[in-house]
């Protein structure tokens, strides 16, 4: 099977989030604000997850919609830092 032209390849973003409990929150959040079809198009991908941190993957695109899905969360949730590598996150 070929591999995507880098064109046509899905650009992401990585989002370096604090809070607690953010396996479930950070889904069901995003879930509440943009619905199902607004979920698929975020392309939600986990890169590593801690005890009060977690570093996701989203597509470029859908950044400031996943943003504000997090500040109308009743849960404490932010976002520390927005990079387009995971080199550029330091962490």
Do not use: Q
């Not at 809070?19 to 590593?48: D, H, Q, R, Y």
């Amino acid at each position: 099977m070929k591999s995507l032209k880098p064109s046509m390849r899905e650009n992401k973003r990585y989002l370096f989030v604090r809070g607690k409990n953010l396996k479930e929150n950070i889904e069901k959040a995003v879930l509440e604000f943009v619905g199902v079809l607004g979920m698929s198009k975020t392309g939600l991908g986990w890169i590593k997850t801690g005890k009060d941190y977690a570093v996701i993957s989203v597509n470029r695109k859908m950044v400031d919609s996943v943003r504000a899905s997090f500040c109308i969360c009743p849960e404490k949730m932010e976002v520390e830092k927005v990079s387009g590598t995971l080199k550029g996150l330091g962490k």
